[in-house]
């Protein structure tokens, strides 16, 4: 996955990402949990198989190659319904940067971490 053919982003920006986005992404999950009311305490039950970094992977190549939930799940080996969870979950995450991607089409201000043009892609 860490091809830039794949994200567009290189290898160095996909770990930005993930630096920042990730305490966004666990703060978030951790309040949705604490939400409803429980029968166990939070952290009880089974752990994420499919964690931030694959969810943030499947996300970029949603949003980059508007590939469907079915052929993501085929290549990462998990069910459709993860990687729209994922997606999903994932997606409000860079909006909150400034960035908006409606209907596959990017929108507002450009950040950083997106290429805008050929040109920049190949940096």
Known sequence: MTNRR???LSRSVIEGLVSELR????ARHRDRLASRIRRRRIGAGTRHRFGFVDRLLATLLHLRHGLTHDVIAAWLGVHRSTISRSITEIRPLPA???CGVHDGIRSGPSPTWWPTSDATRRR
């Open 6 to 8: 794949l994200t567009g």
């Open 96 to 98: 909150e940067r400034g």
């Open 23 to 26: 305490p966004r992404w666990r």
